[in-house]
């Protein structure tokens, strides 16, 4: 297929997915919502356009949700792309955040240093973390699904009891620490509202993730290990380095979207559970299918989709839980490969053939012509 | 319409890709009772795909299949199995960690009390089977430690457990010996007289003469007429498979083989399975010369090409280039030395499938100052070079940006010969270069290699075809149990049936006759 | 419908008499069912709709971290619509969120109960004397396990205690349940262990069951939220122990059996304070910017003194609870706090009187 | 402090706790090892546990038997596994995005099932009566030896059904003409393929086999375990079960002690949590440092081994000469 025909089938199958969580989130929908045109209306347009306007406060919310997970699913990208399968994410975020959340407590710096020192700080705790899963991997060959799976919770109880029982702030009611510096906080890009200039940084991540993946000899090695290791090694690349080096950079990427998170959103450091954001960046990678260009895309999907529930549930009580049984039929059938593949053959079959015609007659011109 | 003179009718079979590849455009294929019907065709040419819609593990998009005059649809094996079809593919289709006997009656399996798996029963079939068609298997062996040939041999006999009467042998023969070969005809011939059709895929041209009836010959996805095998020579079919004359043998001049490359020195390695695979194995290659490397499969040869690129170490011994030695050195410092290796197994180590064609080609160079500023690639030199590379290798595709994977099997291994020949390699390692790969693609890789000689490089060839190392090699050793049976320093008057006694260990040269290998020092 | 709890019912409810009918938002963060504050909170405003005295909406907002992150969202855009007279929120973990929106939204009522962080002109904040109530609870517990005359109970002054995560709230309970334990029996042993979560009752029952096994503990405080129950099965199992349930009467809510070996319940009845609240309101007495402790004499906490309680404790027991309650009552007996406790004593506390 | 900690191992309750703790976590790992063997990681293993544990007691609470609520579990996490095969295998959804889509669904989405089916929010306390909870069973003559009868009689019916399972897996996948074809389909689908049999129904079979295994998890913990089903109920149980498959190799035997191993050190953490001056957050990480440092020293054995049989290669042959 032409990559026009084919971005025209990936549009149609992403719409037929979409079509049909919807239809199953309608089922739910109408079982719970007293009006369900209403909770239609917010799942899918109120997040953006309420009462015929363009919400802004809306559409600045969702920028500012993205963030966090463009990091984790840029992180995830590049793991997988190296055929890693490290799920330490949600570890490394949180720990990136908490360690970036210290700096910003306690060592008092200029006002345009302090969050970028805290940030860089809460990415190389990232990336160190990481090394414990990969280095495993590539010395013992130790799985690293697992390794990291278990690592996301040693760092959770560790981190729980330096918060608890070294940092917090025992004047307040909740576990949380002292609050920031105000030179340490991420500023808003808008005030008042979620989106924060780690927006920014995310999309520039973005970029330079892809640029690494893509331009740079590091970015293509990964690719390659991921496509075929054997073939990496033999090419004369250094595989092992490699591997780790992937895990590091999706540790470095994953600590330094906790940081920004942590200091852009809060005043104190609070989180007193693994927060989700690496699961979700799995998701987000998958989804973009491994190419960081497409990750921001995904990110707003996603957070698009979690803005539109949580409306339906502010005006239109449908329980805000449903929003994962919709996630789900939404993720299942998006990111189906086979989805409509009968249709997508009928269409090949047809180009092809189409094709074929062509060259038949240009030859028959050819041969008249002779 | 029942024609009972034929077995096998494919009528008018196309088959489009979900890539968009149509693979077979139209086709006719017929094949009659009791005939071993050959078919021939280049790389990509679209026998692979055409018999597994016969058997059942592709649909066709467009055509009918009528199996002893009947419309079948062959919607996946087991109704394939059922209508008497058998398939040998060419890429074993067997599950290395279970036994002979198990492998054998897989989705068949003998129980007892309806589920248990009765396993000596299993065994008893597999000797049955073994013995009825004197295939000699050892059904308790697991297959990842049997040898290649019994491999085949297994897969023979689980088409004919499953009562095929048509079979299906994708070829078959691309990685026995030539002593082997020769065995699988005969049963071949065995099974032909007992009222079996076989038909057979190969790009070997003097087995098909050998003992096919008919032949059908493809290109480029269409027939090109089916054949009496006694009625066209071997330079018709040829020409018939790509469509114009192809030289058959390679013209050289005279070695001029100057200083030792490559020198190995008693390099021993017992394998896992604790078998002596490489006994104090010592040669030398110069600059200038080809040095074929010749032996039954299983000799020590893999594991002499692993040694030398360090894709295994061995247990003592030495090997040096240039003085240097590569044992235990990293393949970026091996390749830095000036070696470059044509791998045997080329899906496995010689690219990334879902990569592209460009960045196949820049694998071992992606790090060079050349392809490189600053951090970044250097893109507009890698496409220049690449898109250079795919002329002067002549691969066939759409662009530089296609994925390898998509490209048939002589292609993918014209990308693999570019890339290796391209970089200005001392020493070239080439194992199997041309193993199931088409005549036209043959030729030019086989002419490359001696180019490469000429022009000073040395070449270590390992090859399993014996026409190809006597004809390509300027001298030649014979490998046997792990160790050197023959040296000929001149291979312009050596015989197939010299060579033979040599391979099978019936004869072996006095260590000085073999110590000329050695050359100086 | 099957919305968020409570039933949005827009249908018209008898007005009581010349008092107007309050749009209330209750934003939940976390989700109902903890059989704990929220629920309380819920069945509060449930009781003042069914008088036809508020509507009112519940919204679960969850409890994790990453809802966490949408949390500051749904109060603006609750706060935004202008849709309610008064907005309910709860816990330690909201005020920061609060403030934000209640000096956005100077002319929007809000009433957070269970934090006492801040105090902001539009907002009323309820706060409950959970270490009051640890106290009364641990003098009980103290008095009952050498009670030897009951049933299961053995010599030895141990009683445990199992938390759900080491926090300032849940170490407020403890708190006063160690000091008020103290009170009764200065040598007493409390064994003291968290879950680390409030959703693994499995790892509650393993918890109390080594206390029982291992320590003697014959009486155990879950204070857990769900995995508390895990305790509660740890004593039925055993059958060598007693539970004490929190928050709500447990008693009543659990299965036969289980009810069977729940002595009493330290409440903590958000409802009722919420009740209160807006017959306060009603009456004209308003007091926004003000924080509210509400205490035993409020009803805001309290202990469970019928079935169980009545039924097992011997008299010699209920009189020391009695005497008690009335020295916490009267002032004579000020328990301190755990929350925002800067020396941390109540970890010394917990370390010293480990069995 | 040594001395404290070994008087509480070597006590009954210890083992006893040992064996609890492993139970549900061996139904997962043995479920994960069934997929796995038919080449399907199959990461969703805690969100079937999750909804399988729920329909248990829904089923046990609507009819009042606990067998009925044990096989509604059972069925519903065959059907939960299902449906991760419909989309992996078949519409070739990704199969970590396929479990991560279940496990969202068992985090959240049972929240808001529970609620469409029973009106009640967070948990089934209310709903529990004895006869829901799967019995516990006293072995005759065993229940009588000292120590041994403490620690391994008097467990739930489910226990037993969990150690046995071992055994009955190791003969499903050794002994069976489906467990050949479903190691074959792990190894080499096409192979498998190639003589008829049906990839994906192997595959279905052994995912549905995974997700009734998980199932009986499920049961375990709301049926017996907790007496009730609450939110968040499995509390990560079905990636540990992840781990103990790793550490086991993939093989039943195996994998029945990396369980036991976490089990060991869960109930190990549980004791120091009671004991004076250990912060509880860090006690709460012994399993997992304890997971993540046998996986390693388990893979370090493996590469040591590699070398050592190579050696002893080495050497005979030397010895022969
Ligand atoms: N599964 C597939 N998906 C897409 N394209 C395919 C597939 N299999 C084969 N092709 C393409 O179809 C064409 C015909 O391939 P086929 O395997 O039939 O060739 P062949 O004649 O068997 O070649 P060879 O001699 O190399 O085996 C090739 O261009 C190949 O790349
Ligand atoms: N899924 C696929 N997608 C794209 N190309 C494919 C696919 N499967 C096979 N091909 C290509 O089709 C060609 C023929 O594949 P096939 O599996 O028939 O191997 P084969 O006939 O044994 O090849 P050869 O003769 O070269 O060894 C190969 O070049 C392969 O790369
Ligand atoms: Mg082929
Ligand atoms: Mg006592």
């Known amino acids: 297929m032409g990559n026009k025909q084919k971005l025209k089938f990936e549009f149609m199958r992403g719409f037929v997915a979409i079509a049909i969580a919807i239809a199953v989130a309608f089922i739910f ?40 997970i463009i990091f984790t699913g840029l992180a995830v990208c590049v793991m997988f792309s190296a055929n890693q399968f490290n799920l330490a994410g949600e570890g490394t975020v949180m720990a990136g955040g908490f360690v970036a959340a210290l700096l910003a407590i306690y060592v008092p710096m200029a006002a345009g240093l302090h969050p970028v020192v805290c940030i860089l700080v809460g990415a190389v705790v990232g990336g160190l973390l990481m090394l414990i899963p990969a280095i495993a991997k590539v010395k013992l060959n130790a799985s690293e699904m697992v390794c990291s799976l278990m690592l996301n919770y040693v760092v959770l109880y560790v981190i729980m009891h330096f918060l608890s029982n070294v940092f917090a702030d025992r004047s307040q009611g909740s576990t949380q620490t002292y609050p920031f510096l105000e030179t340490a906080k991420v500023a808003k890009m808008v005030p008042g509202t979620e989106l924060t200039w780690g927006f920014v940084i995310a999309i520039i991540a973005t970029i330079l993730v892809g640029f690494f993946m893509y331009r740079t000899r590091w970015g293509y090695t990964i690719r390659m290990i991921g496509i075929n290791e054997s073939f990496s090694k033999y090419s004369g690349m250094r595989v092992g380095g490699v591997i780790v080096l992937s895990q590091v950079i999706g540790g470095v990427l994953s600590g330094m979207g906790g940081a920004i998170e942590v200091l852009g959103r809060y005043n104190t ?28 895309f995904a990110a707003l999907f996603i957070a698009y989709l979690n803005r539109g529930c949580e409306l339906m549930s502010i005006y239109a009580s449908v329980p805000a839980e449903m929003i994962d049984i919709i996630q789900a039929v939404i993720f299942l059938f998006f990111a189906a490969e086979q989805f409509m593949s009968k249709t997508r053959q009928k269409m090949v079959v047809k180009e092809t053939k189409e094709e074929l015609a062509k060259k038949q007659q240009e030859a028959a011109v050819e041969g008249g012509n002779a | 319409m029942a024609d009972n003179e034929y077995v096998v009718q494919m009528k008018g079979i196309t088959k489009v890709y979900p890539n968009g590849i149509a693979a077979n455009q139209g086709v006719d294929f017929n094949v009659k009772r009791g005939e071993i019907h050959a078919l021939m065709g280049e790389n990509g040419a679209g026998k692979s795909t055409l018999m597994k819609m016969l058997f059942g593990l592709e649909q066709p998009t467009e055509g009918e299949i009528y199996v002893n005059g009947e419309k079948v649809s062959l919607t996946s094996p087991t109704v394939a199995i059922s209508k008497g079809i058998g398939m040998v593919h060419q890429h074993f289709m067997l599950v290395p960690n279970l036994t002979v006997a198990e492998n054998m009656v897989l989705g068949m399996e003998p129980k007892h009390k309806g589920m248990f798996m009765d396993y000596k029963k299993a065994v008893e079939i597999t000797e049955e089977y073994a013995k009825k068609y004197n295939l000699h298997v050892d059904p308790n062996a697991k297959v990842r430690d049997i040898p290649v040939g019994m491999k085949q041999k297994v897969e023979i006999l689980k088409a004919l457990v499953r009562g095929a009467k048509i079979l299906i042998l994708d070829e078959p023969t691309a990685v026995l010996t030539t002593q082997e070969t020769e065995e699988l005809f005969k049963e071949l011939i065995h099974l032909k007289e007992q009222g079996y059709t076989m038909i057979f895929i190969s790009h070997k041209l003097h087995e098909i003469k050998q003992i096919t009836d008919r032949l059908t010959i493809m290109r480029s996805g269409k027939s090109m007429g089916v054949y009496q095998t006694a009625d066209i020579s071997k330079e018709e079919i040829s020409r018939l498979m790509v469509g114009r004359d192809v030289i058959l043998t390679v013209e050289k001049d005279q070695a001029q083989p100057t200083d030792v490359v490559l020198r190995v020195r008693d390099l021993e390695y017992t394998n896992e399975w604790n078998k002596k695979m490489l006994n104090k194995l010592s040669f030398d290659v110069r600059k200038g010369e080809i040095l074929g490397i010749a032996g039954v499969e299983g000799n020590g040869q893999r594991e002499l090409v692993d040694m030398l690129f360090n894709l295994n170490t061995p247990d003592s011994g030495t090997a040096t280039v240039n003085g240097q030695s590569v044992i235990g050195q990293p393949q970026r410092k091996i390749r830095d030395l000036g070696v470059s290796l044509i791998p045997e197994d080329r899906m496995t180590f010689g690219m990334a499938g879902t990569a592209t064609i460009e960045e196949n080609l820049m694998s071992d160079r992606s790090a060079d100052n050349k392809y490189n500023n600053g951090p970044l690639f250097n893109m507009k030199k890698m496409h220049e070079d690449s898109d250079q590379l795919i002329k002067d290798y002549k691969v066939l595709c759409k662009s530089r940006n296609q994925q390898v994977g998509m490209l048939s099997g002589g292609n993918i291994q014209k990308v693999v010969v570019a890339r290796e020949f391209s970089a200005d390699p001392i020493l070239i390692i080439a194992d199997q270069p041309t193993r199931g790969i088409d005549v036209g693609a043959t030729e030019f890789i086989r002419k490359k290699l001696v180019e490469l000689s000429r022009a000073g490089a040395a070449v270590l060839l390992v090859s399993a075809d014996l026409n190809e190392v006597m004809e390509l090699s300027d001298s030649l050793i014979i490998m046997y149990n792990g160790g050197i049976a023959a040296y000929f320093e001149d291979t312009t008057s050596l015989t197939d049936a010299v060579m033979g006694e040599y391979m099978l260990g019936l004869k072996q040269q006095s260590d000085e006759e073999v110590r000329r290998v050695q050359h100086g020092e | 419908g099957c919305g968020g709890g409570g039933d949005t019912t827009t249908t018209e409810t008898a007005d009581t008499g010349d008092g107007k009918v309050y749009n209330v938002c209750n934003l939940v963060n976390g989700n109902l069912g903890d059989k704990s504050f929220f629920d309380s909170a819920e069945a509060g405003l449930k009781e003042l709709q069914d008088a036809g005295r508020i509507t009112y909406t519940t919204i679960e907002m969850g409890g994790t971290t990453e809802d966490e992150a949408k949390w500051q969202g749904y109060l603006d855009e609750v706060s935004a619509s202008g849709e309610y007279d008064l907005i309910v929120v709860g816990t330690f973990q909201m005020p920061e969120y609060l403030k934000n929106v209640s000096e956005k939204y100077p002319d929007q009522k809000y009433l957070i109960y269970d934090d006492t962080t801040y105090e902001l002109p539009n907002v009323v904040n309820l706060s409950y004397a959970q270490n009051d109530l640890g106290y009364m609870v641990g003098a009980y517990a103290a008095a009952m396990t050498t009670a030897t005359d009951v049933e299961k109970i053995n010599e030895d002054a141990v009683i445990g205690f199992v938390g759900g995560v080491d926090s300032p709230v849940i170490n407020d309970f403890l708190y006063g349940y160690i000091l008020g334990a103290q009170s009764i029996n200065p040598d007493i042993k409390v064994d003291t262990r968290y ?5 693994d ?26 995995a508390g129950n895990g305790a509660a099965e740890a004593c039925l199992e055993t059958g060598k ?23 009493t319940s330290g409440l903590k009845n958000i409802g009722d304070s919420l009740v209160w609240f807006f017959d306060e309101w009603d009456a004209g007495n308003e007091y926004w910017g003000q924080h509210i402790l509400i205490g035993i004499n409020e009803g805001g906490v309290g202990l469970v003194t019928d079935k169980n309680y009545d039924k097992i404790s011997p008299d010699s027991v209920k009189e020391t609870v009695d005497a008690t309650v009335a020295a916490v009552t009267n002032g004579e007996v000020e328990v301190p706090t755990a929350i925002g406790d800067t020396t941390n004593a109540v970890v010394e506390l917990r370390e010293s009187v480990r069995p | 402090m040594l001395e404290q900690i070994f008087s509480m191992i070597f006590t009954t309750s210890f083992g006893y706790s040992i064996i609890r703790i492993t139970s549900p976590i061996l139904f997962a790992a043995l479920a994960a090892v069934v997929a796995e063997k038919a080449g399907v990681t199959n990461i969703g293993l805690e969100g079937i546990m999750m909804i399988s544990a729920l329909f248990g007691v829904l089923f046990a609470y609507w009819t009042s038997y606990w067998w009925v609520g044990v096989i509604g579990a059972v069925v519903v996490g065959i059907i939960l596994a299902l449906i991760i095969g419909i989309f992996a295998l078949k519409l070739k959804t990704d199969i970590i995005l396929a479990g991560i889509a279940i496990n969202l669904v068992g985090s959240g989405g049972t929240i808001f099932l529970l609620y469409l089916f029973t009106g009640l929010k967070g948990n089934t306390a209310s709903l529990t009566t004895p006869g829901m909870l799967t019995p516990k069973i006293n072995i005759p003559i065993l229940e009588s030896i000292p120590v041994l009868g403490p620690i391994f009689s008097g467990h739930s019916i489910l226990t037993y059904v969990a150690f046995i399972l071992v055994f009955l897996v190791w003969v499903l996948l050794y002994k069976t003409a489906i467990g050949l074809q479903i190691r074959a389909v792990g190894e080499n689908s096409n192979a498998a393929d190639s003589v008829g049999i049906s990839v994906l129904k192997i595959q279905y079979i052994a995912l549905g086999i995974s997700g009734a295994l998980s199932g009986l998890g499920g049961a375990y913990m709301s049926m017996y375990y907790s007496q009730s089903w609450n939110t968040g109920i499995v509390a990560g149980r079905g990636f ?26 869960s109930a190990l953490g549980n004791k120091m949590e009671g004991m004076q001056g250990f912060s509880s957050f860090l006690v709460s990480a012994i399993p997992y440092v304890a997971t993540i440092i046998g996986l390693i020293l388990y893979a370090a054995t493996q590469v040591r081994r590699v070398k050592r049989v190579k050696n002893n290669g080495k050497k005979k042959n030397a010895e022969a000469k």
């Open chain 1, 29 to 68: 929908i109408f079982i719970c919502a007293d009006d369900p045109a209403k909770a239609l209306n917010c799942l899918l347009i109120r997040p953006i356009i309420s009462n015929g306007a363009l919400n802004v406060s809306s559409i600045l919310t969702i920028l500012g949700r993205m963030t966090p």
């Open chain 1, 269 to 296: 450091f609070l989180w007193k559970d693994l927060p989700g954001y690496g699961w979700t960046g799995i998701t987000v990678a998958i989804l973009a299918k491994n190419n960081p260009l497409a990750i921001p």
């Open chain 3, 195 to 199: 879950i680390g979560n409030y959703i």
């Open chain 3, 201 to 226: 009752p499995a790892k509650g029952k393993e918890l109390a069951e080594s206390m029982i096994n291992d320590n003697n503990c014959d009486i155990i405080w879950g204070v857990a939220g769900n």
């Open chain 3, 241 to 263: 122990a007693y539970f004490i349930g929190v928050d709500s009467d447990q008693e009543s809510t659990f299965s036969a059996e289980m009810a069977a070996i729940t002595l």
């Open chain 4, 240 to 265: 540990i079960a992840l781990a103990a498959q790793a550490m086991g190799q993939g093989e039943p035997l195996g994998t029945m002690f990396a369980s036991l191993f976490f089990g060991f050190a």
